[in-house]
């Protein structure tokens, strides 16, 4: 069974290059093999999942591949499966079938559809790589395929300039993470010899990371595991866009809406959190680690400042987008107070909820575009004469779609109350977990601790992506619609609505299976049970935080007023109003509308610093130093080569003449020895040999 | 036999050798050539035989290296006599001093 | 001076006599039938050394088998037989072949004398030629098997040579 494990990744790579070496013409075609080899992967993936969760105290099952014997170093290529895997295959194939299939509606009619479904089927080959990865090398070779993917998919209409730029930008942004992971990874096979998980989790491994320590300077002296683990999650923050590498996410949405999709649901950013909390251990080898303290702070901080961004967007997909960004905050910041199974439990509802928001909005852009072409018709105008600007993603273009698409209003809906943390979808359960966990930490550290920034950050955050999405779908599906276009929307295809309504259902039930254990009759704390022991090799287990009422019932209570306010406020918004929140958030408005100035800031720093230094360099090459040395050599060259000349055509030439004559006239002379006859060949052998033993009789 | 000593027969076995390696040598037919040469591979084996019977009677090694080498000197008598003869159409001359084209 | 050292004697003598004679006859023809006294010689010598198998394959091949195929060679192509006209039997370098037959042989037998040789005159047990065709099908097998293919490649190999 779990020798099948290799084809989970391997099956979407293999369907990958099929379609770009044979099917690319047939469409059709090519999307059937990307669903083919995805939904075997699931199956495959379910199969083991069932496996591991049927077995009692399933620790690990290990495929190790000699992939680069070098010396008595090899680098081992392996995969494995253990509970935190099989958590991740639970989630990973699933909401990726979905995708494909409802991609397949989507992007139909495109120019470029076979290439659409070569691309996602590498990007997720590169996740599921990842996950079952049983050691950081081939992890970062999957992550490093998504970084790949992730461009060439949100620049995949490049014909756009936004989308060519926003796939540069997400591809440099992430990059810098990258770059910070390797060396993290460089740096830990360099202390440890190993990449492989099970090696590295060794006690005494984690012994020598922690003892070991290295002096940075100015910055003190610190064990060599924080610094593996601040460069590690160096790379984390990049994929997972946090704080301060989060800009290229919202601009990622330029990518048709099923990557957004992929990426923001199930698997890039997924990737960050994942890798994180695979390495846990060694964020945790030192006692209070300040690893571990930069991952809660600037989780937290992310969580609260994205929401923040969020309420102020227009565009459906951004503030999706910052959404995301914030729920992966609540993530890091679970994991940065060692809240590992609620960060884990966080990643695989948001997965779920957050693929069917992304999906959904998706639908409500399609029809609106579709409906923009409608109402263009009905007016009697062409298609193509139609040259005014209009915004299929702005939902202030929206309006009353509720009874228009009524699969999609519904399984969003369901999206949107497991975002806000309503009770008792996913995200109510999930997300109270984070919060119970801070709470509990803060209550027993006080008040100047991590714990209680976490705690606070996390409930504001909570209350805001309620307003956020209230804002949201009182914007697009109440009220009147504002536009032409919104006017003429229809129901999206069933191979659309369908993988809403199947990601819907899990949504709903998915929260279930981590119900604290204290909880009244519902209670099991199955996730714990099931993932808690993952670092038992580590020294590292987790303690199940019980139920808070206190917690639980003010989180759904900010939840349903957040929500209630963003409906309320939103709900008849008339077309071409200003924003109600403009006028009494004044100049914070405007702040959070630009998103805090970040881009902002990067371009006048990072971008135009890197200008400035470029031109500057471009004067000292060009005018200044670089040139005039290369001139100046170039000149004594050829002096030099004119000399080189003369004495080649005298000396070397007249010394190979010489040679050659003299060769050809000795050869004349010693041809004559040369009789050709065989006797006479062997009786100066014989002779010789005869020499010989005389000299040997002599002696 | 016991009163013949061992020297006699390698003295009689390696004027036969000398014998032989004159004629291969000097001789201009080549199947002359070749006969010196039978006359060499004989003067070895006898020099096989003896020492078989006077060092290591108890061993079958001697002749077993004398029968692998009359077997080999019949497979060479035949080649040879087969390249002799292939030389003798193509050329028309069993002067061996006519056949010099390793010569330069 | 005992029966079978004079015996050696006439045996060797003959041996030498025909081979010299074999070298240095006019015709080859004559040389062949030379070659054959000189093979037969020493098929006499192989029954002194009580290598009386030995002795029955030298007869039938060397002086059976192959003598009688360097003679039909001769035989069948007219114009080997005969003498080269206006040719010496020998080559130019003779005399220096001479010259260095005749050291060698100096050496040789000086070698011989001197070597003190581990002779162990044990009686021959059980019987030569049973022993000889035991060994040949276990302990010698291989090398009894690689001649088999041998001589094989050699008939095949000389069949091809010489067809025309």
Redesign the interface.
């Known amino acids: 069974m779990f020798q099948l494990l290799w084809l989970i990744p391997a099956l979407p790579l293999l369907s990958f290059f099929a379609i770009v070496l044979f099917a690319n013409p047939n469409k059709r075609l090519s999307s059937n093999i990307a669903i083919g080899a995805i939904g075997l992967s699931w199956l495959i993936s379910w199969a083991v999942v069932f496996r591991v969760v049927t077995t009692p105290h399933f620790e690990l099952v290990d495929l190790p591949l000699a992939w680069m014997p070098a010396g008595d170093k090899i680098l081992h290529l392996g995969v494995m499966v253990d509970p935190f895997t099989a958590i991740m295959l639970f989630m990973v194939p699933f909401v990726c079938t979905m995708i494909f299939v409802y991609s397949q509606g989507y992007m139909q009619g495109d120019p470029r559809y076979s290439r659409f479904f070569a691309y996602v089927s590498l990007f997720t080959a590169g996740m599921l790589g990842l996950v079952v990865a049983d050691n950081l090398l081939l992890a970062f070779i999957s992550w490093e395929v998504m970084g790949l993917c992730s461009y060439l998919l949100i620049g995949f209409w490049f014909e756009k300039p936004s989308a060519m730029n926003a796939a540069k930008k997400a591809f440099m942004t992430t990059r810098i993470g990258d770059v910070l992971l390797f060396l993290g990874m460089a740096y830990l096979y360099g202390q440890t010899g190993t990449l492989t998980f099970k090696d590295i989790f060794r006690p005494e491994v984690m012994e020598k990371l922690a003892q070991t320590t290295v002096s940075l300077g100015p910055l003190g002296t610190q064990p060599v595991a924080v610094i593996i683990a601040l460069l590690i999650f160096g790379g984390a923050v990049g994929k997972s866009a946090q704080f301060p590498l989060h800009v290229w996410l919202p601009d990622a949405m330029e990518g048709p809406t099923p990557v957004s999709a992929l990426i923001h649901a199930a698997t890039m950013v997924a990737a960050g959190v994942y890798v994180v909390a695979r390495t846990l251990p060694i964020f945790a080898a030192v006692e209070g680690s300040s690893a571990l303290v930069a991952v809660g702070f600037i989780g937290a901080f992310t969580a609260f400042a994205a929401a923040t961004i969020a309420i102020a967007q227009d565009d459906i997909k951004r503030v999706l987008a910052y959404s995301t960004i914030s729920q992966l905050g609540y993530m890091m910041m679970a994991l940065g107070i060692g809240g590992f199974v609620a960060g884990v439990f966080h990643l695989i509802t948001h997965a779920f909820f957050k693929a069917l928001l992304f999906l959904g909005s998706g639908s409500v852009i399609h029809s609106v575009e579709h409906g923009h072409h409608a109402a263009a018709e009905a007016n009697g105008e062409h298609p193509g004469e139609h040259e005014e600007h209009f915004d299929a993603n702005d939902m202030m273009n929206m309006g009353g779609l509720r009874t228009k698409m009524p699969a999609t209003f519904w399984t969003y809906i369901i999206g949107t109350l497991a975002l806000a943390g309503v009770a008792p979808l996913s995200g109510f359960w999930s997300k109270d977990e984070i919060l119970a966990e801070a709470f509990g930490q803060f209550m027993h550290k006080g008040v100047a601790s991590l714990p209680f920034f976490v705690w606070l950050m996390g409930t504001l955050g909570a209350v805001l992506t309620a307003f956020y999405m209230g804002r949201q779908i009182g914007l697009v599906f109440w009220g009147k619609p504002r536009t032409a276009a919104a006017e003429h929307t229809h129901e999206s295809p069933a191979s659309m609505t369908a993988p809403l309504i199947a990601l819907a259902a899990f949504t709903l039930v998915l929260g279930f299976m981590n119900v604290p254990e204290n909880f009244p009759l519902i209670g099991n704390g199955w996730l714990h049970h099931f993932i808690g022991e993952v670092f038992a090799a580590a020294h590292l287990e987790f303690e199940a935080v019980p139920f808070n009422f206190l917690v639980g019932g003010l989180s759904t209570l900010l939840a349903l007023l957040g929500l209630g306010a963003g409906w309320a406020l939103y709900k008849d918004h008339p077309a071409g109003a200003p924003d109600p929140l403009a006028r009494p958030l004044g100049p914070i408005w405007r702040v959070l509308r630009n998103k805090y100035y970040v881009d902002e800031f990067y371009s006048a720093t990072v971008v135009r610093g890197t200008i400035a230094f470029a031109s500057l360099c471009y004067k000292f090459d060009d005018s200044w130093v670089i040139d005039p040395i290369v001139d100046w050599a170039g000149k004594g060259t050829a002096i030099f080569a004119t000399a080189n000349r003369l004495f080649d055509t005298h000396v070397i030439d007249g010394t190979v003449n010489f040679i050659g004559i003299f060769t050809h006239r000795w050869g004349d002379i010693t ?1 004559r020895i ?7 060949y ?2 100066v052998a ?2 010789s040999a ?1 020499a010989l ?2 000299v040997f ?1 002599m002696r | 036999m016991p009163d013949i000593p061992l020297s006699w027969y390698l003295i009689v076995a390696s004027a036969l050798f000398c014998i032989g390696l004159f004629g291969a040598l000097s001789r201009r037919n080549a199947i002359g050539i070749l006969m010196g040469i039978e006359v060499m591979l004989n003067a070895v084996n006898i020099n096989l035989v003896a020492f078989w019977r006077y060092i290591t009677p108890q061993a079958l090694t001697g002749q077993v290296f004398v029968i692998v080498s009359i077997t080999v000197a019949a497979a060479e008598a035949a080649v040879g006599l087969a390249l002799i003869l292939a030389i003798f159409r193509s050329r028309d001359t069993v002067n061996i001093e006519d056949v010099h084209l390793m010569k330069w | 001076m005992s029966i079978t050292q004079v015996a050696f004697i006439l045996i060797s003598a003959i041996t030498l006599g025909s081979a010299l004679a074999m070298v240095t006859s006019r015709t080859v023809f004559v040389a062949a039938l030379w070659m054959v006294a000189a093979f037969v010689g020493v098929a006499a010598l192989y029954i002194l050394l009580e290598a009386g198998f030995l002795a029955a394959i030298q007869l039938l091949i060397y002086a059976g088998g192959i003598a009688v195929l360097i003679l039909f060679a001769i035989m069948l192509t007219p114009r080997v037989m005969q003498p080269m006209e206006g040719l010496s039997r020998f080559n130019d370098q003779w005399m220096f072949v001479a010259a260095v037959s005749a050291f060698l042989f100096a050496g040789l037998w000086a070698l011989a004398i001197r070597t003190d040789w581990p002779v162990n005159l044990q009686r021959v047990t059980g019987d030569n030629i049973f022993l000889l065709g035991r060994g040949f099908m276990t302990q010698y097998l291989l090398p009894f098997e690689v001649t088999s293919i041998l001589l094989l490649v050699a008939l095949v190999g000389a069949i091809v040579i010489a067809r025309d």
């Open positions: 041809r040369q009789t050709g006859r065989v006797q006479n062997l009786v014989m002779a005869l033993f005389g009789l």
